[in-house]
């Protein structure tokens, strides 16, 4: 689950993020990696939880245990870190 979904969608969407309709960077593939990454931790995205870089290179560290492909990887990080900007009021 991510907490604050819809308020998170209205700033990626306010960003820009997925205006160029490239694959993987809609606003719909950042939500869906951000679930992904709540499922995979079995823990809620929350502000608490991305609360810096450090928070967020602790769960890629989780993630990669977990083999998951490089390129997943690299998008989950980067729906982290638009969610930590979201969060600090980006």
Do not use: W
């Amino acid at each position: 689950m991510i907490l604050y979904e819809d308020e998170y969608r209205e700033y990626i969407i306010h960003q820009g993020i997925g205006a160029n309709n490239r694959v993987g960077s809609s606003p719909n593939s950042h939500i869906s990696y951000l679930n992904r990454v709540s499922r995979l931790i079995g823990q809620d995205i929350s502000p608490a939880l991305i609360r810096n870089r450090e928070s967020i290179n602790n769960i890629i560290t989780q993630l990669n245990e977990l083999n998951l492909p490089k390129s997943t990887l690299s998008n989950c990080k980067t729906a982290l870190n638009h969610y930590l900007r979201f969060s600090e009021g980006g």
